[in-house]
């Protein structure tokens, strides 16, 4: 009984492993197809709190080993002792794994010939509920997988995230049932599969140009975290990013992105920067977007802004970061974990934000998304719904060192571009700053911890997708139908085991 345990718990931590490895970073993506099977079989016969157990301990190991780059957030820049960043660590992958949790726990109690169908349903919807409370970390879904074989891209304008992670973790489900001779379950799940794959690419629309395309490129100073955060560092600091824009320039940019606080002044109360960049823009006729403090009406209000930057000067509106990251750009509770203050280094706590107006540019309107906002597809589909005809993302990369954090980072944004049919430019200050084309392929991009620009061609899109116009509607009735799933399986086992009772008296 212990072997047939502790088997059981290997299977789920397998199947937490294959989707780790599947994920950016590694980047073994066909890995993904095993995890529904590794799973099903862990949780093979079990219900309730047995399930529960199991299904965390993949959900634990999933985390745990996807996200180690806390660990490096945590100790080397929030000066927090090694081995406590390791158990933070372990706590966090402990929380988020309660999504595999309750998704096993879910499709227990449906009857074992509903499997193939209600985990991987349970375990997608789980994945939409990961950007609310206690979690607030949409990070890595399983259709980042995706990201590293374009194709699997084409559906993406009809189905979003939300419906690739279904079909990818539906298709791993129909391979385990084929794998275990169940030939007929497995070949309906494998023709839902491609039939569902097939017609959403069919209906996926082509990029329609809206506009004159435009030269644009986007900054990679590569300042360290540390180098950055002393003051005597500042004029070096500008040095390097005033001689990149202008070599940009130079080389025929016309559209010039700047990733997120490149330089550490304040644009909207410090004016002589304000009339160096003004002049910039002006003597070099370009546009910049620039990332920078914003200031509210209230003296404790700070924003995590955006500026738009014309020939003809300062745009007289930003964009303020709405989704702000917890423990990075807000400590919940006002502040009371004394070992993650370090963390914020900017200022005590930032503002949301409330608009979702795109800013102008040259290329026509540009929907914004700061750093950890690429992984909310609301937000941009929000932008493109008020016309966002172009996207830009501006982050610094730089907490994670050489892992796979900038790496998974940029997935999200190939999803965000693909989804939307829109052209995204992204500037990370130490990488990996990429143009994406609307179709999710990485045109160009620079590496990790290099110096430079990345520079290409966009042009302004038009029309506005399914997985924009309903996407969130979609996440929503994902959730809804695997509620509905569980309760009504829960419901057919009473009325089967009140049957059997029946039938034995």
Not at 249 to 264: D, L, M, N, R, T
């Amino acid at each position: 009984m212990r072997h047939l345990r502790a088997r059981q718990y290997l299977l789920t931590g397998a199947a937490g492993l294959a989707l780790a490895l599947a994920l950016p970073g590694p980047g073994l993506w066909p890995l993904v197809f095993l995890t529904p099977g590794l799973l099903r079989r862990g949780l093979d016969g079990e219900r309730g709190w047995p399930a529960f157990r199991r299904g965390w301990m993949g959900g634990i190991v999933q985390w745990a080993v996807a996200v180690p780059w806390v660990v490096i957030v945590l100790h080397r820049h929030g000066h927090l002792a090694f081995v406590l960043s390791v158990a933070a660590l372990l706590l966090m992958a402990a929380l988020l794994g309660l999504q595999w949790a309750l998704a096993a726990w879910g499709s227990s109690r449906a009857p074992r010939s509903w499997q193939p169908w209600v985990l991987p349903l349970c375990l997608a919807a789980m994945e939409q509920l990961q950007r609310f409370p206690p979690w607030i970390f949409p990070w890595n879904p399983v259709a980042a997988v995706a990201t590293a074989a374009p194709p699997l891209l084409l559906p993406l304008p009809v189905l979003g995230a939300a419906g690739l992670s279904l079909l990818l973790l539906l298709a791993g489900s129909a391979l385990d049932q084929l794998a275990e001779r169940r030939w007929r379950r497995g070949a309906v799940l494998a023709g839902f599969v491609v039939a569902g794959f097939v017609v959403a690419s069919a209906a996926s629309p082509p990029f329609l140009p809206a506009g004159e395309p435009v030269h644009a490129a986007a900054l990679q100073p590569n300042i360290p975290l540390e180098f950055r955060w002393d003051a005597a560092n500042l004029s070096e600091i500008e040095e390097r990013v005033w001689r990149l824009n202008l070599e940009a320039a130079h080389h025929g940019a016309k559209w010039i992105v700047w990733p997120e606080s490149a330089i550490p002044r304040y644009l909207e109360r410090d004016a002589e920067y304000r009339s160096v960049i003004e002049d910039l823009a002006r003597r070099q006729s370009i546009w910049l977007l620039v990332g920078s403090i914003g200031f509210g009406a209230d003296p404790d209000e700070y924003y995590n802004s955006v500026f738009s930057v014309s020939p003809a000067g300062l745009v007289p509106w930003r964009y303020d970061k709405v989704h702000l990251v917890p423990f990075g750009e807000y400590v919940p509770l006002a502040g009371r974990v004394p070992i993650l203050r370090p963390l914020v280094r900017e200022v005590g706590s930032f503002t949301p934000g409330r608009s979702t107006m795109p800013l102008p540019g040259p290329a026509g309107p540009v929907g914004v998304a700061v750093c950890y906002e690429v992984t909310f597809p609301g937000l941009i589909a929000e932008q493109v719904a008020n016309g966002a005809q172009i996207l830009a993302t501006i982050t610094n990369d730089g907490w994670y060192g050489d892992s796979a954090a900038p790496r998974q980072h940029l997935a999200l944004a190939v999803l965000r571009a693909a989804e939307s049919r829109r052209f995204l430019v992204r500037a990370a200050n130490t990488g990996i700053s990429a143009i994406i084309d609307p179709y999710g392929r990485v045109v160009a991009s620079l590496g990790l911890d290099r110096e430079g620009s990345v520079a290409g061609v966009v042009r302004p899109g038009a029309g506005v997708t399914l997985a924009v116009r309903v996407g969130g509607a979609v996440r929503t009735g994902m959730v809804v139908l695997a509620l509905a799933v569980i309760l009504l399986a829960g419901r057919r086992r009473q009325r089967t085991a009140a049957a059997a009772a029946s039938d034995w008296k």
